[in-house]
T-cell receptor
Framework: GENVEQHPSTLSVQEGDSAVIKCTYS??????FPWYKQELGKGPQLIID?????GEKKDQRIAVTLNKTAKHFSLHITETQPEDSAVYFC??????????????FGTGTLLAVQP | SAVISQKPSRDICQRGTSLTIQCQVD?????MFWYRQQPGQSLTLIAT?????????ESGFVIDKFPISRPNLTFSTLTVSNMSPEDSSIYLC?????????????FGPGTRLTVL
């Protein structure tokens, strides 16, 4: 079945450094790839997403890149701040016109930004 | 995006009992989903809540254990029936909003369930 692998499981960086989280998906028909941030005691928050018709998308300090040939996508956070500390989940799904398909989530990355 | 609330936010229940979790959205949404997040784990889809008809369950989840209702476009309930300690998890509802891109899902704050 569909599967999304996520690495690393934990990541510790110094404030101001960059953080990169990588995901690999198995379903070649996947074409929608969101990233969620989950803070302790809260629900996941959608922070950025990318569709397969683009290779990169940026939103201020966060960016996502997609390599469809290799079936992997990555989250990049620059100039990390302590408030970036959270668990990050990647996900993948197929998006058909007018139809909804389920999100397959990665296993999560616990990011700790050391002040 | 829509504001999603869940009740209760947390509960501690005895083995063998049932708990109904409510999900309320402040605007009409197209799709509503229920997920389970076991301690320290990722999110697993339980079912899609269909308005006015039976929910669509994922493999490994059955209606007798997780009955779901969705009487309108803004409200859904998930019941965890005949609970055991293995049901201790965070239960999350998510929605896809009218007018947004397909597959953009937004999550509620979750219900933290502990079964003794």
């Amino acid at each position: 079945g569909e599967n999304v692998e996520q690495h690393p499981s934990t990541l510790s960086v110094q404030e101001g450094d960059s953080a990169v989280i990588k995901c690999t998906y198995s379903d070649s028909a996947s074409n929608y790839f969101p990233w969620y941030k989950q803070e302790l005691g809260k629900g996941p928050q959608l922070i950025i997403d990318i569709r397969s018709n683009v290779g990169e998308k940026k939103d201020q300090r966060i960016a996502v890149t997609l390599n469809k040939t290799a079936k992997h996508f990555s989250l990049h956070i620059t100039e990390t701040q302590p408030e970036d500390s959270a668990v990050y989940f990647c996900a993948a799904s197929r998006e058909y016109g007018g139809a909804t398909n389920k999100l397959i989530f990665g296993t999560g990355t616990l990011l700790a930004v050391q002040p | 995006s829509a504001v999603i609330s869940q009740k209760p936010s947390r509960d501690i229940c005895q083995r063998g009992t049932s708990l109904t979790i409510q999900c309320q959205v402040d605007s009409q949404v197209t799709m509503m989903f229920w997920y389970r997040q076991q301690p320290g784990q990722s999110l697993t889809l339980i079912a899609t809540a269909n308005q006015g008809s039976e929910a669509t369950y994922e493999s490994g989840f059955v209606i007798d254990k997780f009955p779901i209702s969705r009487p309108n476009l803004t409200f859904s309930t998930l019941t965890v029936s005949n609970m055991s300690p293995e049901d201790s998890s965070i239960y999350l509802c998510s929605v896809e909003e009218l007018g947004r891109s397909y597959n953009e899902q937004f999550f509620g704050p979750g219900t933290r369930l502990t079964v003794l």
